[in-house]
């Protein structure tokens, strides 16, 4: 990393800045007369070097590009590491990063319900022989901390020494089912017991929860979803505050490529400027929205802001809000899909995290787990107008069950 000689995006770390200052202040280039405010793009696949030495300089566009810099400083500041963030081509390029991180021939533990392609990616390199998975409930702490026992017991005198052959893989609250992890319990178990730990922070942003904090060796997130926020880029990245972690990711993003694009980057920050502004409007949103479709009859309702819901003392005691995803079940596949085809405000569409509202049933797509509901609909509320969100959701349940 060429570090001094560029423009300094390391942020004001030492100010102690609020986040919703810091998504609105870090990253920016120093403050000189008619300097821009803004960060520039840089569009360059090379850079000058000094002829006939290694100069330790960016060299090449998939090293690094100065672009990346504001908002790999900005996401560090939020999550609560010293160390730059790595910006990745999509989120699941960072999950690959960090599933890589595990030794050959390991153990992943993963939940039972968590994002599709972080699982069936797994799947893949387990049936390829390059790790072995074991699936757990995350809701039930005990079975966790028992299946990271296993495996560092399994693994033999290897694992003791931080050898990274097992990795606890978290999610919480889970994609789709909105389960919440304890996520102090288990973070300070695996590093205990000498196990590697990822925490995909994409529901509850760092401005809701802080899993480093928790003790995650490795924070991800789909910077597709909310940090962006408005459904117009692919992006992901990982934060760690372990510099040998990150150089393995870092490596990884170097040598296999998955590097993101600067104009992307460059909107993921334009977006992140605007998150808690966001996040404040849209959980306030889904928790009005969770309140009245908990009064609605015959439904089924998960979300950790509901103090009915089995994560809810969890929620509220690790997290500073309950996010801005919340799940109805209805009873049969059929009412959930007359539900998604009859609203019109809302958008039937995949993704989460925009501005703007969206609804999906989660087992149109083949492989979702079985144990997800047939009519379970996972909403990703925007930030319109909580009334008519109500008033169009109303309606398509009143078509669908009425
Ligand atoms: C979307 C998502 C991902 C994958 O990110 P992409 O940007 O779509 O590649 C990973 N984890 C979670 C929780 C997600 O929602």
């Known amino acids: 990393m060429p570090a001094g000689a560029h423009a300094d995006y390391s942020g004001p770390m030492t100010q102690n800045w609020a986040p919703e200052t810091v998504v609105v202040e870090t990253g920016r280039p ?69 599933l890589d991180l595990v030794a050959p021939g390991g153990t992943v533990i993963m939940p039972r319900h968590c994002y599709l392609g972080a699982l069936s990616g797994a799947q893949e390199s387990a049936a390829a022989g390059r790790f072995r998975i074991v699936t757990v409930d995350i809701e039930d702490t005990a079975e966790v901390t028992a299946a990271i026992d296993a495996a560092v017991a399994g693994a033999g005198d290897r694992a003791s020494g931080r050898d990274r052959s097992v990795l606890l893989w978290l999610e919480s609250p889970t994609n789709p089912m909105l389960e919440v992890a304890d996520l102090p319990a288990l973070l300070a178990h695996a590093r205990a017991a000498g196990a590697l730990s990822v925490v995909d922070n994409t529901f509850a942003t760092p401005l809701v929860q802080k899993p480093l904090e928790h003790g995650a060796d490795v924070v991800l997130h789909s910077v597709t979803k909310s940090l962006s926020g408005h459904s117009d880029v692919v992006l992901g990245a990982t934060v760690t505050a372990d510099p040998e972690l990150r150089e393995l990711l870092h490596h990884h993003r170097s040598v296999r490529g998955g590097i993101a694009g600067p104009f992307e980057v460059w909107l993921a920050l334009r977006g992140l400027r605007t998150l808690a502004l966001r996040v404040e409007r849209s959980q306030a949103n889904a928790l009005a929205l969770a309140e009245r479709l908990s009064e609605y009859p015959g439904l089924e309702v998960r979300f950790p802001g509901l103090a009915t819901d089995p994560g809810h003392a969890r929620a509220a005691a690790q997290m500073t809000g309950f996010g801005s995803i919340l799940c109805i079940v209805l009873p049969t596949a059929e009412a959930a899909r007359t ?64």
């Open 30 to 98: 120093p403050r000189e007369h008619d300097a821009a405010l803004n960060p520039p793009i840089t569009l360059t696949s090379t850079f000058i070097g000094t002829a006939g030495v290694e100069d330790g300089g960016r060299q090449y566009g998939r090293y690094g590009n100065p672009t990346w810099e504001p908002f790999e400083a900005a996401l560090a500041e939020l999550e609560g590491s010293a160390l730059p963030g790595l910006v990745f081509a999509s989120g699941l390029a960072a999950v690959t990063a960090a």
């Open 339 to 402: 539900v998604a085809e009859s609203v019109r405000l809302w958008t039937p569409a995949t993704s989460l995290g925009g501005v703007e509202s969206l609804i999906e049933r989660r087992r149109r797509h083949a492989a979702e787990p079985e144990s997800v509901p047939e009519g379970l609909l996972r909403l990703s509320v925007g930030i319109e107008h909580v009334d008519d969100l109500w008033a169009d959701l109303e309606q398509a349940l009143d078509t669908a069950l009425g």
